[in-house]
Structures are given as C-alpha cells and as structure tokens.
C-alpha cells in the first residue's frame, strides 16, 4: 500500500468516523482528499506548478502545526484542509450526519496528524507513485481551464520581493458563472463589508457573493476585498472561477495579504494569519503597513476601519 493510502484509510478513515459522519460523508471526503493529494503530487518535481497550488495555502499553513517544512504544511492545507472537512466545522454540520459541528481542538486534531504523517514521507517517491494514479488531475484541469487565474497565481507564487509584471493573458471574452451573467443588476452596496456564516466548502456561490460580483461586473473599476482565499471558499475549483472572472474583466481581487490583477501582482511580505471573526478581518485589511503601492492604496480606499 502506497503511502497515500495507508493515510486515507487508517488514519484519516478512522479519525472521522471517530467523530460520526456518515459513510456516505466519508467516502465523499475521502475521495476528495485523495484526488487532491494525486493531482498535486503528480507534479511535485515541477516546482513552479507545485508553488502555484501551495500558494492557495500559504496563509494558513505558515502558521499550521507541528513544526514541519512550509511545503508540508501548505499541501495539508490545500490537500486536506481545503476540502469537505470544512462542512464538519460549518452550520452545514448536519449533512455530514453530526449532531454538532466540531471545534478547532477536532479540527487541529486532522491537521497535525497529517503534518506529522507527511513531514516522514519521501515527497519524491510519493511524487513517483502519483505518476502511475489513473485519478483525474484536478489542479492541471484548473490550470488549463482558468489561464488568466493561473498565470497570475503562478507569478505570485515566484515573486521574490513585493510587486511583479507580466505579461497579461488576452481573453477572447470574459468567464462566465451561473446565477451571475443572467442579466439582472446586483443588489450589494459598494464597499460596504459583508459578513456571512456558510458551509466554506460548499461549491454554491453564496446570495451576498452572487450580488457582490454582480454588482462588480458592471463596475470597471470594481474590486473584491476579502481576508484571506479561505474567507472566498475552501473549494479550490470555486476559487478558480471566481479569479477567473474577475481577472477577465479586469477586475481586481484583493486581500489582506495579497493584490492580484491581469498582469500585475503584490504581495504582504510577512502574511498576516487569516481572521476568525469580523473584527479580526477589520483589523488584518486596515493593516496596511509595509504593503507596496497599489495594495496598500486600494485597502486604504475601500477597507472598513478598525474600530
């Protein structure tokens, strides 16, 4: 048994029926997990593929334990974490059959185990294994399916210092999303903060969203500030697309750490840990200490206050 298996089936397998979902949850979750783990160790030894994925969970896993090397723990996050493990922690608890949903202390739990786990591993020979996998390639299908997204991920993820030019990517129209393109104008407020508790992996973009973009799509000048790629969603192919459109509409996305636009990028030097609660979002977008220009200038303009 390779070592991907043996983690899904007696350590992730067992934690989780620990805590009583329902097979059904459990096989989806499993599932999940692994055809991230394959897609992403597939193309391990490509460094620059690799970092583009790792960087959807570079802020959270520079601040993940055990202590581990980065790389391990950003493909935790973005492997594990990022996935239906998340409706565990949601009000969506119910549907993974739980009568309660689970606590940072649970979900800590699954996420240092696996460090633990996967700081033993040969990423090379895990790399090797992964090749011969008949599981689809996920984060290349991405990749292929959102190149103005990825370009941009993928030159953030190989700055050294704060900003990057690159060349942009031409697009012959821009990426359509359901519920979003029908023609009806959005309800949201511009710059006003929203504020929601949903299931974060749920790959249903959620009412405020949908109005959000909406009301961005008819804006030139429109951008979507967010704390953190977590606060947007867990679900890496959602994310994707709601880049995609952005960036193809020459929209900006923004968040605390990171600035990202057709053919310009910047970045927080030292990343900020995501927020776990409104005020803590208020205070990581208003900190625009150290940021380069067009980030800092776009926080100070838009960026609720600390109060």
């Known amino acids: 048994m390779d070592a991907v298996s043996h983690y899904l089936n007696h350590i ?5 029926r620990g805590y009583g979902v329902t097979e059904q949850f459990l096989l989806y979750t499993v599932s999940t997990v692994h055809t991230q783990m394959t897609s992403l160790l597939r193309h391990w030894n490509d460094r620059e593929f690799r970092n583009t994925v790792l960087l959807l969970g570079m802020e959270e896993g520079s601040f993940y334990e055990p202590p581990a090397k980065i790389e391990v723990r950003c493909f935790v996050v973005v492997t594990i974490r990022n996935s239906p493990i998340e409706t565990l922690q949601s009000n969506s608890y119910a549907e993974a059959g739980l009568s309660q949903g689970l606590g940072k202390k649970e979900v800590k739990e699954i996420t240092s185990e696996a460090i633990r786990y996967f700081s033993k591993q040969d990423f090379a020979e895990l790399c090797s294994q992964a090749k011969l996998s008949t599981k689809r390639d996920l984060y290349l299908e991405l990749a292929e399916e959102h190149p103005v997204a990825w370009a941009s991920l993928q030159c953030l993820a190989g700055v050294r210092g704060k900003t990057a030019d690159y060349p942009p990517v031409q697009v012959e129209a821009p990426y359509h999303l359901d519920r979003i ?14 504020v929601g508790v949903y299931d974060g992996y749920s790959p249903e973009i959620e009412p405020p969203l949908v109005e959000y973009l909406k009301m961005l799509s008819a804006d030139s000048n429109g951008v979507l500030i967010v ?3 977590k606060s947007v969603t867990r679900n890496v192919t959602k994310l994707m697309g709601i880049l995609e459109f952005l960036l193809t ?5 923004v968040s605390t750490n990171y600035y990202l636009e057709n053919g310009h990028v910047e970045r927080r ?8 609660s409104t005020s803590d979002v208020k205070r990581n977008i208003a ?5 380069a220009y067009r980030h800092k ?4 303009r838009y960026a609720p206050k600390h109060e």
């Open 249 to 253: 509409r020459n929209l900006l996305f």
């Open 12 to 16: 992730l397998t067992p934690r989780l």
């Open 287 to 291: 900190n625009t200490a150290g940021l």
């Open 297 to 300: 200038l776009i926080l100070n």
């Open 227 to 229: 704390d953190s790629f």
């Open 181 to 194: 393109d029908d023609g009806t104008e959005g309800t949201a407020e511009p710059g006003k903060l929203v």
């Open 269 to 276: 030097m030292k990343l900020l840990r995501a927020g776990h």
